[in-house]
């Protein structure tokens, strides 16, 4: 299986081809200038220079040796009798001639059969117009330059040429990553939390490891497995994990490297991700983010569009005729909602996991996973922290276990402290500290009140959270933040306890309206009201808590169904009426949060003037300065 898989893997690997024939090319392109700068500037021999005195007595003696000079200018170039080229070399003066100098011609003037004797003793004298150099430099460069900037112009559009039609006739090849043996191995003990999860997909390992148990009883692998869950709940870790556990090929990729801007790219590439998969049988192909190419297909979109086409290969592939191939297909996504019914039904995604977001339990664990080699100090309480993350998910505790351990070294610290986590708590959670802004005394007694009002209010409701933390200092977009922590994670929560939650996040506003005067509006409270009309919306329409459309629910904007007349997937009149709810709602938390601020104004008094002076509040130093609230009944619910 290994070798199989190995091999397969150098098929992968891009060969080197245009490297090498452009390192060639660019050889042949060297030599043939090197050719041509020799014939021009490298023919001559190296010769011996000789002083022209000894070349014209030579030349006058019939024993001289001489056989040929050859007269270039100033330049004297002597061939010996017993050579065939120049060996010696001499110059003339330059102000006089080689006659007057007293070289001589002996054998000038005689005919044929005298001349060739004489010849015999005396050497030839031939006269050549001296090489302009400078000239043959400046040709080379006025006519070879340009045609070498052709030459490698051609080889240019060449190469791209090759290479585009190369990329093209690769479009459809499939970029999912390999994952094997020579890879590092993930299992279940990298993950920490989600047993759930965890035993469900431990199921198919053991398929994928003793199959016969279970086809001796009729059984059939699941053909996929989808994984769903929030962002960083880890299920890309989970798929690896059965990979590594199950110990076969791990194909990986992205739904969005299906897609392509050529029509049929995609689908190629589906097959040959498969084709792949099943030469390594039995393997698993993992596609992350599959929602990206498998959305729910509608009548508006036509049979030829490429993203339907690449859906339509996939379903295929899933469940085909070949239903022994031994590939299992996980997927993971975030929003199941939007992904085409075909894909979701037997045969094709078989097991649906749910990758919740940990709990408080698998909170601890995850931690410990990520603390395990950081120096932490004996004060650092893993679990009260794993308490005050409710709501995070395995990405973002492995976030702060990071913010931690930079804070503690930005700090100078030899080990990591309680105070270096609670810090990166803050700062994953909320944002970092805006030290840089700098408030006025009335924005900071602005500020104080607000988070004030949230305080009291969310401690003074029975069914609100308890206050963690109570700050003026400017985090992240907020001026301050009042914290609110549950004591224990919980699935559901009642109205009453969603109607306290309003009420809380008014308390700012209102606390601004009572001391500052209704009029002197800030918009210090922008971020509340949002929340405000958000939970205000989802608790009337995803939830059914109006008082006139109580176990009413209404479809989400994004069921693709609108109304011609509002935009929305219902009527004008129900908007209108769920408009009226969430103001009713809104009316309620603001009325609210005023009669408990107003029952206890010494207390707002008191808790402002704290932060003012201390600027942020801890949990243990709270109960003292909350001591002496009361509950109005103008603010009880039940």
């Known amino acids: 299986m290994v070798e199989k898989m190995n091999k397969n893997t150098k098929n992968l690997k891009k060969k080197p081809g245009n490297s090498v024939r452009g390192f060639i090319f660019f050889l042949i392109l060297f030599l043939f200038g ?75 003037g005689l005919s044929n059969g005298e001349l060739k004797k004489c010849q015999e003793k005396y050497p030839t004298i031939e006269y050549e117009e001296p090489v302009d150099y400078s000239g043959i430099i400046f040709n080379i460069i ?24 190369k990329e093209n006739m690769g479009f ?53 497995v989808l994984l769903a869950g929030d962002p960083g709940t880890g299920k890309t870790l989970m798929a690896r994990a059965v990979a590594g556990e199950a110990n076969v090929p791990f194909f990986s990729i992205s739904g969005s490297e299906f897609a392509e801007m050529f029509v049929g790219v995609g689908a190629s590439r589906v097959r040959d991700l498969f084709s792949k998969a099943k030469k390594n049988a039995p393997s698993i192909i993992f596609i992350d983010e599959i929602d990206a190419v498998a959305h729910k297909r509608d009548a508006r979109g036509g049979a030829g569009r490429e993203d339907e086409q690449t859906l339509n290969q996939i379903l295929v592939e899933m469940d085909g005729f070949d239903n022994e191939s031994g590939v299992i297909v996980m997927a993971a996504t975030n929003r199941v909602d939007m992904l085409d019914k075909a894909l979701l039904r037997p045969g094709r995604f078989d097991r649906h996991v749910d990758v919740a977001l940990p709990e408080r339990k698998d909170r601890l664990a995850i931690l410990k996973v990520h603390f395990k080699n950081k120096p932490l100090d004996e004060d650092v309480d893993l679990d009260s922290l794993a308490a005050k993350t409710a709501g995070s998910s395995g990405a973002d505790l492995a976030n702060i ?43 900071k007694k602005l500020t104080a009140y607000h988070e004030a009002g949230h305080a009291i209010v969310g401690h003074v409701l029975p069914d609100s959270d308890p206050v963690h933390k109570v700050t003026i200092i400017p985090r992240g977009h907020t001026g301050g933040v009042t914290w609110f922590l549950p004591p ?70 994004a069921t693709g169904y609108y109304t011609i007349s509002t935009g929305k ?29 107003k029952a206890n104004k010494d207390v707002l008094d008191r808790l402002a003037n704290a932060l003012l002076e201390k600027e942020t509040l801890e949990e243990e130093e709270l109960p003292a300065l909350l001591k002496g609230t009361t509950l109005p009944e103008g603010a009880k619910l039940h």
């Open 488 to 557: 224990e994670d919980r699935s559901y929560k009642n109205i009453y306890e969603l109607k306290d939650i309003l009420a809380r996040a008014m308390g700012g506003r209102i606390a601004e309206k009572i001391i500052f005067g209704k009029d002197d509006v800030t918009t210090g409270a922008s971020s509340d009201l949002k929340n405000v009309a958000s939970l205000a919306k989802e608790m009337i329409i995803e939830e059914g808590m109006g008082n006139e459309t109580r176990n009413l629910v209404f479809p989400s904007e």
């Open 401 to 443: 276990a990071n913010e931690a351990a930079i804070t503690a070294a930005r700090e100078g610290h030899k080990t990591i402290s309680a105070n270096d986590v609670t810090e990166a708590f803050e700062r994953v959670a909320i944002g970092p500290k805006r030290q840089s802004k700098v408030m006025n005394d009335h924005e």
């Open 142 to 165: 006025t006519l070879g330059v340009p045609i070498l900037i052709i030459i490698l112009f051609f080889s240019y559009m060449m190469r791209q040429a090759q290479s585009m039609n």
């Open 34 to 108: 090197y050719a041509m700068f020799n014939s021009i500037f490298g023919g001559n021999v190296k010769t011996e220079d000789v002083a022209l005195s000894d070349v014209v007595a030579r030349a006058n003696d019939e024993n001289g040796n001489i056989k040929k000079i050859t007269v270039s200018g100033n330049d004297l170039l002597i061939t010996l009798k017993d050579k065939e080229a120049p060996t010696q070399h001499s110059r003339k003066d330059s102000s006089g001639t080689l006659y007057e100098q007293g070289l001589k011609n002996n054998c000038e």
């Open 172 to 224: 459809g090849k499939a970029k999912a990553k390999l994952y094997g043996p020579d890879k590092k191995k993930v299992t279940f003990k990298d993950v920490a939390g989600n047993e759930a999860a965890k035993q469900d997909l431990e199921e198919i390992v053991d398929f994928l490891k003793n199959p016969k148990k279970y086809e001796v009883l009729g059984a059939k692998i699941p053909r996929g």
């Open 569 to 597: 997937p219902y009527s004008e009149k129900t908007a209108e009426l769920i408009d009226k709810e969430i103001k009713a709602l809104s009316d309620e938390a603001a009325k609210r949060a005023e009669i408990v601020l």
